[in-house]
C-alpha cells in the first residue's frame, strides 16, 4: 500500500479524510472521469509503483517560478491557482487547477525550469512522481504518453486563451471558465 | 527539386540533413518511413495563410523550410503575434491532438516549404509510434511554456518601452550573442509587426526605436541593429 506523507498540521484532516483517500490508483473510483487517470491496468499498476502520495496544507507552494523541474504533481483531491510572477514580484493568475491535472508537466518534460508557480488553494491530496520516473514510464507506456499528449494540448489551449484576453483584452469564452 | 518560389524543396524526410537538429524530426527508422507515407510536402509564397483561428483542424504542418508568424486576433481587428515559428516547429499541433479549432492564425513571412499531415492520419500514426508520440509531448510543453512567457511578458510589463526592451534582449540572446559586449540582431519584422509582438501601436514602436537610438543605447545598419548599451536596455526591461 502506498505511504502517505502528511504534514504535522494536517493529522486531523487525514484522520478525516481517511475514508475518502485512494491509497492505489487502481481503486479510485474518480479515475474515470479524468483525462491523466484513465490509462490501461498495465499502466496504472506501474504508475501506482512510481508514485508517493503526499497530503499538503492550503497554502502550499507545489512548484515555483523558476525553479528546476525534479517532480511532476497529480492533483487527486484539492485544487491550485497557476500564477506567473514579474521580477518585481507581481503576480498574474493564470487559472485554477482542478482535481485530475497534472503540475509541473511541460518544465518536467523538456527539463528545464518551471515557467508558473502552483499554490494549494485548500488542503490536498497529492500524488507526486520524480521527473526521471516519468520519463522512463512513458517511454514503457504509449497509452500514457498519448493522455499527456491529451492533457498537454488542453493546457496550451488554457494558455493561448489567456494570452488573448491578457494581450487583446478579449476572450473567446465567459470569463468564468477560466477559473473552473 | 526547384519551386516556384526558389526554394530548394526537401524531398524527402528519410534524405533530410536537418533532421538530426530538430526536435520532433528526428524520429526512429520505422517512425520515419511511416512519417514519410503520410505527409504532404507543399511549398507557399510569402503572406500564405496556413490556418486561421478558429477554423476547425484539418491537420498539421511541420515547418521544414522559412518561418512562419502565429497569431491571434480580436473582434475589432487588433491582432497580436504570439511567436515566429521557425524549421522543425510543429503548427497546429494542440489543435489536431485535441479535435477544437485553431487557437492561431498561421501566416508565412517566408517562402516556406511545409509538411502537411491530415489529423486522422497523424492521430493513427500517434497510436503506432510511441517515440513519435513523446516527441509530441515535448513539442506541446514547449509550446505551452512559450505561452506562459507571453502571457507573463503581456501582462505584468508596465510599459511598452519594457516590452520592447524585453524584446530585443530576448532576440539577442536567441542568436547566442547575448554574451557579447554589443551584440547584433537581424531585425526581420517591421516595426508593424513589432508592435503586434508586445501589444502596441507601430507609431509607439517607431517613437521608441528613435528614443533608443537618440540616447545611443541601439544603432542600426540597414536591417542589423546593435546593442550599444546593453545595461541600460536591462534597465528598461526591468522596468526602473
Redesign the interface.
Known sequence: MTAITVSGALLDYLESMESVIERSCLECVRRPDRLFCGLTQDALRDFDLLKSLAIYPRGTILLRQGQPARSVFVLCQGRAKLS?????G?Q?T?RIANPGEVLG???A??G?FH??SAELLENAQVAVVKRKDLLEF??QH?DA??Q???R??????F??????S?????TRRPRAAHVH | MLSPYGLDLIESCLTCKARTERLFCDLSGPALQAFEAIKYATAYPKGAVLFVEGQAPRGLFVLCKGRVKLSICATDGKTLIVKIAEPGEVLGLSATVSGKPYELTAETIDPCQVNFVKRDDFLRFLKEHSDACFKVAEQLSEKYNNACHEVRALGLSHSAGEKLAKLLLEWSSRNGESAKQEPRLKLALTHEEIAQMIGTSRETVTRLFADLKRRQVIQSKGSTLVIRNKSALRLMASNN
Open positions: 506567473v510572477c514579474s521580477e518585481s507581481t498574474l493564470l508537466l511541460s518544465a518534460l523538456v528545464g515557467e508558473i512513458l517511454h504509449r504518453c498519448l499527456v499528449v491529451s498537454l494540448s488542453q493546457d496550451l489551449h494558455a493561448y486563451d489567456r494570452v488573448r491578457v494581450g487583446l483584452g478579449q
